[in-house]
């Protein structure tokens, strides 16, 4: 079966760290450009980090910028992203995705989708 599967959320004070993990089953990432999204309640699902297929360089929404580290394991067929410093307005479902070819991990450019992690930043 062809699956993303997130793991790694959970509660985190103010200030703290997470490191989210996203295992890929039923294909390679090989050739996958990789994506992290966040979906917050009541909000649009928004982009925060790619991984280009093309030279494997990287991307971040200015939000995260200098706090989150995304990185790929193409042997263990895994995406990582490292969240330091968080706040609470990074509190949301983080979600994987993976497009055929992507370079920019635009979402209409995702052919697979994990069901996502919560993260929840609260003191």
């Known amino acids: 079966q062809t699956q993303f599967v997130e793991s790694g959320g959970g509660l985190v004070q103010p200030g703290g760290s997470l490191r989210l993990s996203c295992a890929a089953s039923g294909f390679s990432l090989d050739n996958y450009g990789i994506g992290w999204f966040r979906q917050a309640p009541g909000k649009e699902r928004e982009e925060v980090s790619c991984l280009s297929v093309s030279d494997g360089s990287t991307n971040y929404a200015d939000f995260v910028k200098g706090r989150f580290t995304i990185s790929r394991d193409n042997a263990k067929n895994m995406v990582y992203l490292q969240m330091n410093d968080l706040t609470p307005d990074d509190t949301a479902v983080y979600s994987c995705?993976?497009?055929?070819?992507?370079?920019?991990?635009?979402?209409?450019?995702?052919?697979?989708w994990g069901k996502g992690t919560l993260v929840t930043v609260s003191s």
């Open positions: 995705a993976g497009g055929y070819g992507s370079r920019f991990c635009h979402k209409y450019e995702m052919n697979y």
